[in-house]
Nanobody, 126 residues
Framework: QVQLVESGGGLVQAGGSLRLSCAAS????????MGWHRQAPGKEREFVAA????????YYADSVKDRFTISREYAKNTVYLQMNSLEPEDTAVYYC???????????????????WGQGTQVTVSS
């Protein structure tokens, strides 16, 4: 059973940085993409970033491109999301998710992801 456990959320001032971690277990992830998604109060869950576990190729939402960086560490089965230049609009619960890559495509639709973590709160004050 795949399990994903996020950590690293918290409260930060606008312009600050946070790094989220997602520890994955219960499977082998070479055929997966690992994604970060977020959900603000009253809004739908939205794609933030994803990385193909084997190839390391990365994908970003336009709203976070050039500010956020997704990476993975094989030895620890962990995915990271480095978030810089945070804005109040980045306030949300951030979720780690895993999706088996099909036909070479990495999904940006959160509904396509198979496994989810419990989420970690990120709050950016102005």
């Amino acid at each position: 059973q795949v399990q994903l456990v996020e950590s690293g959320g918290g409260l930060v001032q606008a312009g600050g940085s946070l790094r989220l971690s997602c520890a994955a277990s219960g499977g082998t992830f070479d055929s997966y993409a690992m994604g970060w998604h977020r959900q603000a109060p009253g809004k739908e869950r939205e794609f933030v970033a994803a990385i193909r576990w084997s190839a390391g190729s990365t994908y970003y939402a336009d709203s976070v491109k050039d500010r956020f960086t997704i990476s993975r560490e094989y030895a620890k089965n962990t995915v990271y999301l480095q978030m810089n230049s945070l804005e109040p609009e980045d306030t949300a619960v951030y979720y780690c998710a895993a999706d088996r890559v099909r036909y070479g495509l990495v999904n940006r639709n959160p509904r396509e992801y198979d496994y989810w973590g419990q989420g970690t709160q990120v709050t950016v004050s102005s």
